[in-house]
């Protein structure tokens, strides 16, 4: 069986993403079908790059029994090749995708697949309190859920 490769994009791959990650293999393995899927992370820039998950993201997937398995890494020409669904945090990290030569047809905000979303894009916690870490946390918990649904639906 061929795996589905997903990459999630944010753009120092420390808080969103990894948590994206996390949530997306949590519930991957809660359903019984981790073995269908290739997950990682990655950021448009490579500040952190070699970093596990900034602290506060690593404590919000813990009070919700997630562990975030990764270090932080930049977006790679590969990863184009390597990844069926390049899934995007926000806008600009959609942007600078496109503009490194990332296919249009791959790339997706997360938060399309959330039927009720309360925003378009998942906010970059960073600067803020430990407040908004709970806040990308709902966001993406609910849009994982539509994402596997739509990647489980189009599969045979």
Not at 103 to 123: Q, T, Y
Request: a negative charge; hydrophobic letters at 40%.
């Amino acid at each position: 069986m061929t795996r589905i490769g997903v990459l999630f994009v944010c753009m120092g791959n420390i808080c969103r993403s990894p948590i994206a990650e996390g949530v997306f293999l949590h519930k991957c393995a809660a359903r019984g079908v981790a073995d269908r899927f290739t997950v990682d992370s990655a950021g448009t820039g490579g500040w952190h790059a070699g970093e596990r998950p900034d602290p506060r993201s690593v404590e919000v997937a813990r009070r919700h029994g997630i562990v975030l398995p990764g270090r932080a890494r930049p977006v790679t020409h590969a990863d184009y090749r390597t990844f069926d669904h390049l899934i995007c945090m926000d806008h600009a990290n959609r942007t600078a995708l496109l503009r490194d030569g990332a296919p249009d047809d791959r790339i997706r905000l997360l938060l399309a697949f959330d039927p009720d979303p309360e925003l378009d894009e998942v906010p970059d916690p960073y600067y803020g309190g430990d407040d908004g870490f709970d806040l990308v946390f709902r966001l993406v918990d609910r849009a994982c859920d539509g994402l596997l649904e739509s990647l489980l639906d189009t599969t045979p």
